[in-house]
């Protein structure tokens, strides 16, 4: 503590304490405090740090039943106090050892047991708990425990109880006692209840009366089960049989021993209860069961009354009116009962003179404990009430107190009086109100003592509160007298008033609305007639806790993800208690660290996965720390799909094919309903199929239906909106449509000539559920177009007809309609179809073909008259020979291609030849029945074309000045080598661009390898390999090479020779051997397939563009059977490696832009000449760039 506040506490205590004596009013020196009971004594609120005596806090009451299946049974008792309490335990009087008591951490013996199930009747009795210490002993009311058994009959052997008819009968059923509650039954032996009624009754003791036996009473199985649920046993007795003796006519006549009479008139008794009068003694709240159980033929009739006053309104009558009960029974409920039974024979009556009671209880509550001063008189009250009056023992630290009337501890009824009272009066008294129905006992705690102010809370104690919030400065003190208390601030000597400043009656200072002023030191001072203490209060104010970005109302769709958003801002140095809690509902949001929760939080925000209805609500956003807290609230809404409508209906609109659907929309879930599909189930062609039938607006809860006829319906209704199709409703009840005519005839009607002398029909037939009746059939009529012929009409079945012996592809007229057993369908529409079609009989005439470039050319013929085709003209096949190679002339290959070009056309153009090769060309036109003739064949050859790149490139054997380059000749020439092109560049090693070039042209054909020379020393060199032909060089390889450095060349010359021929020859056996092996590849593929499909994906030429989508060309190896189903043709040839034929594409050979004409012609002339029967020769090669 800081000095000058040190000396501010002292000159407080020096100068003002006597004015404070006089400002403040110490009051009473006796101090009462009353807290709640939890164990049978009023509690002293005086804090533990004080001596004290025991008090029983937690403890087991009344009577505890253990039961078979309990593991144990737990006896409880604690009990606080200073010095902490030792305790003890008696059993029915006598001191008890528990078996086993654990101990805490200080070492000291608990008041709780465990008692083990195993033997632990031994253990059935009455306990008291006792807890002391030095300054007393507190004790509990008697606990018995009992010992459940399982109930068991006595084994018994019973006789046939024999009567004769009219007299009375009773079963005995004496069940074993047990837990309650137990129920009683009487069954026989197969589990059939006894019948009862006004005649045969159980009471209330589990006895089965009988008024009076009949003949049918006899029976050999009466059998009694006593249930008891809590412990889930129920017991039987052994079967009891009864006989009834019939009463015979004793007349003399012969039929005498055959014939019963009826039992004599009997008076009427009381089989329950016996004598005359009762009386029954209960307690007040209990239910009241009177009983009469009449005797007597006829049955007798049961009444009830209360003498000298009305039965009370709470009244029930039971088993058959034979048992009175009244719930709750209060002490007007007592008196003279009085129970009648009467038959024509006479009347019986029974007494009850009901006693109502009371166990004792507290008037008010138990006595309060007590702190007072040394001197004072202390009044210790036992106010208690019972019926009859308790009696009422005293005890002082567990053993009998009864005063002494000639000192000062006196008792005086139900009143302890301690005169002058001394600290040795300070003990445990203990009031035990006892009758006949039970007791209560109560521990007061009396401590008289004077004791100066003791300060419980620690001095310097620092609190915090947020600016605008509540705060509450401790300041706990026990003195006797009890002291009063006073606050002031900072030094200064004036007491804290104000409208935010309040003192509390446990010495408390609570500020409400704290600013920024209130930060400082803050004195609690606590004076008494014993002397005076104080402490320092430590208060720091920081700035509140704010939400800066609330969470949003927000609408999402069921099964996303919901994130809502709370950002805050906070006193840094509240860092380390600030969290965020999110509340739905005002429920809180656990969070989940198993991964298995839909809710996650991330910092500041909430994430809710897969959201469902159920995440619908309020979500409230707390930012908290540990001295405040705000809140923002959103709305989230989930939108999901909608319920399924109610209560659909169907009515009639004007005939019976033609109603009405009515539904009551169900929820929509937040979003609007933009329409109801209603569905149909028909039970007899696709039973439990639904279908779609009508689509109605999201505004509207009716659909009219036009219905098909003999169909039994049923229709359902679901709701569509934004998020999705909602459930089905229920099916509606069936609904059956009368047969009629077809509404409609077959559609798609479909002519196919499969064979030249005939025409196939087909169509769609009508749907199972459009026949409308029974016996369905089609009417098909035919007649040849544009020929006054009558109609030809055949009825069929089945959905499709054959007319034969026509003519070759003739067209005709066809119509259907359908009809039933119940009538014609409409009048049907008319359409047109061919008969079947043939082979075309024709060749194209006047084939030319003029070649383009070294792979592409065109070919153009004279189409086949139209007669000739004998059917639809599906266009042209385009069939290729390449005969021989040019370079290998007595070698003859025989590679097939060929192509298909649809629809009507005079042209086309070939791509994908070889160059430098002979070919030869034939043109066929082709219907859907096959193909034609071929035309004469015409034959050309294909130029010299540039060559393909070089297979291989290496740079070795280099020197300071020159380098050795070796290759391979490239696997297609495409015409005759004439040389190789050679290019060599000096690098940039850092930049890798190009400072010096140059270019060499080796003539030599079969040269593979050269030596650059003159190049500089340590430099670093790109190479380009190109094949040359008369037509041009074909695409670059390109390879790096090095030449040595100079300052190398000394010390390992000898090495590069050896290593430089070493290498040299290991190049060249590689390069030999790859030229081996791509030798054998190309002869194993010489005159296999043409990958012309894979090209045509990856190059469509430009005359397939100009086709129609529904055109289609064809490409195959075969001149027999084009390919079917392509959608285009591509014509470019495939690009290789730094050269492609588009430096001759097709576009070079058109004038203008190189467009096509409707038949997929180019628009504008070739460079060459077109010569019937002949090639022309292409004018020779460009300049090629190498």
């Known amino acids: 503590m800081p000095v000058d506040l040190h000396q501010h506490v002292l000159l407080i205590s020096a100068t003002s304490i006597n004015q404070w004596r006089v400002m403040r009013v110490v009051g009473s020196l006796q101090l009462v405090l009353l807290m709640a009971l939890t164990s049978g004594a009023a509690d002293l609120n005086i804090p533990l740090e004080v001596e004290q005596p025991p008090t029983i806090i937690i403890k087991t009451s009344g009577t505890v039943i253990a039961l078979p299946f309990d593991p144990n049974v737990t006896m409880k008792c604690v009990a606080k ?55 007393g002993t507190a004790m509990t009311e008697e606990i018995k425990l009992i010992v459940a058994n399982v109930p068991k009959f006595p084994k018994e052997t019973f006789n046939p109880t024999v009567v004769d008819e009219g007299d009375p009968v009773i079963l005995h059923c004496n069940p074993p006692e047990g837990v309650t509650p137990r129920q009683i039954y009487w069954m026989s032996i197969g589990l059939q209840h006894i019948e009862q009624d006004e005649r045969v009754s159980m009471g209330i003791d589990g006895n089965l009366y009988f008024s009076n036996a009949l003949q049918k009473d006899s029976r050999q199985d009466y059998c009694c089960f006593a249930a008891f649920s809590t412990i889930r046993t129920i017991a039987q007795k052994t079967a009891m049989a009864v006989m009834v003796k019939s009463l015979k006519h004793d007349n003399g006549s012969a039929h005498s021993s055959n014939t019963t009479q009826a039992p004599p008139l009997r008076m009427p008794g009381l089989l329950l209860p016996s004598g005359v009068q009762t009386e029954k003694v209960l307690l007040k709240g209990k239910s009241l069961e009177l009983e009469c159980i009449p005797e007597g033929y006829p049955t007798p009739k049961i009444t009830w009354m209360k003498l000298g006053d009305e039965m009370p309104p709470r009244v029930k009558y039971n088993n058959f009116g034979k048992q009175l009960t009244i719930s709750a029974v209060e002490e007007k409920d007592a008196g003279k009962y009085m129970c009648s039974v009467k038959n024509s024979a006479g009347e019986a009556v029974h007494y009850f003179d009901v006693i109502v009671e009371e166990p004792p209880k507290w008037l008010t509550e138990p006595p309060p404990s007590q702190l007072t001063v040394i001197g004072s008189d202390v009044h210790i009250k036992c106010a208690v009430s019972g019926k009859p009056p308790p009696d009422i023992m005293w005890k002082r630290n567990g053993e009998v107190f009864t005063g002494d009337p000639s000192s000062s501890r006196q008792v005086i009824d139900d009143t302890v009086v301690l005169h002058n009272a001394t600290p040795e009066d300070s003990a445990v008294y203990q009031c035990e109100a006892s009758n006949s129905h039970g007791s209560i006992l109560a521990n007061i705690n009396i401590m008289v003592m004077n004791l100066r102010p003791q300060m419980l809370t620690g001095d310097n104690q620092a609190y915090a509160v947020v600016l605008g919030g509540d705060i509450m400065l401790n300041c706990r003190v026990f003195g006797s007298p009890t002291p009063s208390i006073s606050w002031t601030k900072d030094g200064t000597h004036e007491t804290l008033v104000g409208e935010r400043f309040f003192e509390h009656q446990n010495g408390s200072l609570q500020i409400i609305n704290a600013e920024y002023d209130d930060d400082g030191n803050y004195v609690c001072v606590a004076i008494s007639r014993e002397g005076e203490s104080a402490i320092i209060a430590k208060l720091h104010v920081k700035d509140p806790t704010r939400i800066v970005n609330p969470p949003q109302d927000m609408q999402i769709i069921s099964g996303t993800t919901a994130q809502l958003i709370c950002q805050a801002e906070y006193s840094e140095s509240l860092q380390d208690t600030f969290e965020v809690v999110w509340r739905k509902d005002g429920e809180e949001i656990p969070q989940s660290f198993e991964g298995n929760s839909r809710y996650s939080v991330d910092e500041s925000m909430l ?287 025989d590679e097939r291609h060929s192509l298909s070009f649809p629809g009507k056309r005079n042209n086309a153009i070939v791509p994908h030849l070889e160059p430098f090769s002979e070919y030869r060309l034939t043109v066929n036109v082709f219907n859907k029945k096959g193909n034609g003739p071929n035309s004469d064949p015409v034959a050309f050859s ?81 190479i380009h390999l190109s094949a040359c032909t008369r037509a041009g060089c074909g695409p670059p390889l390109a390879q790096e090479g090095r030449t040595v450095a100079l300052a190398r060349v000394g010390g390992q010359r000898g090495e590069f020779s050896t290593q430089g021929w070493l290498i040299g020859t290991m190049c060249a056996v590689a390069l030999l051997t790859l030229i081996a092996l791509m030798a054998c590849f190309v002869r194993r593929n010489k005159g296999g397939k043409y990958a012309v499909k894979e090209k045509e994906d990856l190059h469509p030429d430009v005359e397939s563009q100009g086709m129609n989508d529904d055109t289609y060309c064809e490409y195959s190896d075969s001149e027999e059977k084009p390919l079917k189903g392509s959608s285009l043709c591509s014509l470019n040839g495939d690009d290789t490696a730094g050269d492609s034929v588009s430096r001759d594409s097709l576009v070079d050979y058109a004038d203008g832009e190189g467009e096509f004409n409707e038949d997929g012609s180019f628009i504008g002339e070739y460079s060459g000449h077109k010569h019937g029967g002949s090639v022309s020769e292409p004018s020779g090669p460009g300049p090629v760039t190498a």
């Open 607 to 893: 994430k809710i996965m897969n959201v469902n209805l159920s995440d619908q609500g309020m979500y409230t956003c707390i930012a908290r720390t540990s001295l405040d807290e705000v809140n923002a609230t959103a709305l989230l809404t989930i939108l999901d799909v909608p319920d399924a409508p109610k209560n659909v209906e169907i009515s009639e609109l004007g005939g019976p094919r033609n109603v009405s659907l009515s539904w009551v929309p169900g929820s929509d879930h937040n979003s609007s309903v933009a329409e109801f599909i209603v569905e149909y189930e028909e039970s007899q062609w696709e039973p439990g199929r639904w279908k779609e039938l009508q689509k109605v607006p999201g505004n509207q809860a009716t659909a009219e239906l036009a219905l098909h006829g003999h169909l039994n319906y049923q229709f359902r209704v679901y709701a569509v909106n934004a998020v999705g199709p909602g459930p089905p409703s229920g099916p509606t009840e069936r609904y059956k449509t009368p047969p009629a005519a077809p509404d409609r005839n077959p559609e798609n009607i479909k002519i196919h000539g499969h064979l030249p002398h005939q025409m196939d029909i087909s169509w769609e037939p009508l749907l199972p559920i459009e026949h409308n009746g029974p016996g369905l059939e089609y009417k098909v009529s035919y007649r040849r177009l544009e020929v006054e012929d009558d109609w030809s009409w055949h009825l069929v079945k089945r959905h499709s007809f054959v007319v034969r012996n026509t003519s070759t592809f003739i067209p005709y007229e066809i119509k259907i309609q359908s009809r039933n057993s119940h009538g014609w369908g409409p009048e049907p529409k008319v359409v047109t179809g061919y008969s079947g079609e043939d082979v075309p009989t024709a060749a194209p005439r006047d084939v030319a073909v003029e070649v383009i470039n070294t792979t592409v050319l065109r070919v153009s013929w004279t189409p086949v008259p139209h007669a000739t085709v004998r059917g639809h003209l599906g266009g042209y096949n385009v069939h290729w020979l390449r005969k021989r190679n040019l370079l290998t002339p007595d070698k003859i290959l």
């Open 81 to 135: 106090g200073n010095p902490t309490p030792e305790y003890r335990w008696t059993k029915d009087g006598e001191d008890f050892i528990p078996p086993h008591i654990p101990t805490n951490r200080t070492g000291h013996t608990g008041g709780t047991f465990v008692l083990p199930n195993k033997n632990l009747v031994q253990f059935q009795g009455k306990y008291q708990c006792y807890a002391s210490n030095k300054l």
């Open 942 to 1022: 294909t130029p010299e074309g540039v060559p393909n790149q070089v297979p291989i490139l290496t740079a070795s054997n280099a020197q300071t000045d020159s380098i050795l380059l070796v290759w391979g000749p490239p696997l297609k020439p495409n015409g005759i080598l004439t040389g190789y092109y050679l290019q060599h560049h000096l690098l940039n090693e850092t930049t890798l661009e190009v400072v010096d070039s140059q270019e060499i042209n080796i003539t030599g054909a079969d040269t593979s390898q050269w030596r650059l020379q003159g190049l500089e020393e340590g430099s670093l060199y790109r």
